[in-house]
């Protein structure tokens, strides 16, 4: 279902994402129970935050506590979100399942078809041994951060500035915010378009070209720019 880093529970702040650290252990979680729950949408906001693995699964990573679905003890974080009201959400990226319960209609019953982790730690650590790093310097240094692609091979890269791990933070809270969804690889992007444009103008036509996809409306691009522009100058 997903990978967590340095730990084996279900611990969704620690999902394995585009990036492992050279000194990381890796931990698999697999398939467990499948569960069907009905949902009441009393209220507009179900308290839940989206994200994925990358591979065509949506998992639960946060539950806001006293909203609609904390009082659901079915439901829980780590849970892979497999249909909606029948429609299957197999392939679908994380903000793909966020905006389709977010158009669900209030007052309304809706169905979800769920997949928990298996609750037995079985598997998996891997480490590289004890052999030598390779002579690259940046592999010798404990800094580096090896990158995953979709396309291409994998990359050694220098762990980001201050800066820019501040300002992830703050975008990635803010598609929290916005969107229900929590996706650092997204925000890292933001941020490395962002963090050379001159006005919010510039910010939202370079988020057009290369995430146009996301339809992001113009008071997140607004409130994007603003948290860049904190980090930049230490305004944490």
């Known amino acids: 279902m997903f990978c967590t880093l340095n730990t084996h529970k279900v611990d969704m702040d620690k999902l394995l994402g ?6 990381d252990f890796i931990f698999a979680h697999v398939k467990g129970q499948r569960k069907e729950v009905e949902v009441f949408k009393s209220e ?23 909203s609609v679905i904390d009082h659901i003890q079915l439901i ?12 299957s959400l197999l392939g ?13 209609p209030r007052g309304r019953t809706f169905t979800l078809k769920l997949t928990e982790p298996r609750k037995a730690f079985d598997m998996i650590s891997v480490r590289s041994g004890g052999g030598r790093l390779g002579s690259g310097p940046q592999l010798g240094t404990g800094r580096g951060t090896l990158r995953l692609r979709s396309r291409g091979p994998a ?28 996706d650092t690889e997204l925000a890292a992007t933001m941020v490395e378009l962002g963090k050379d444009k001159r006005n919010p103008d510039e910010l939202a036509e370079a988020l057009d070209e290369r995430l146009g996809d996301f339809a992001f409306p113009d008071e997140f691009v607004f409130d994007v720019w ?11």
């Open 155 to 182: 990359t050694v890269e220098d762990l980001p500035s201050a800066f820019e791990e501040k300002a992830i933070e703050k975008v990635d809270d803010l598609l929290e915010s916005y969107m229900g969804i929590r």
């Open 76 to 87: 829980s974080v780590g849970d892979m979100i497999e249909a909606i009201n029948g429609q």
């Open 18 to 23: 585009g990036q492992i650290g050279l000194e």
């Open 44 to 66: 507009e906001a179900l308290g839940l935050t989206i994200t994925d693995n990358g591979a065509g699964y949506a998992f639960i990573k946060r539950i806001k506590e006293g």
């Open 92 to 104: 679908c990226r994380h903000y793909e399942v966020a905006r389709l319960l977010k158009e669900l």
């Open 226 to 236: 603003g948290a860049i522009g904190d980090a930049k100058v230490g305004r944490y």
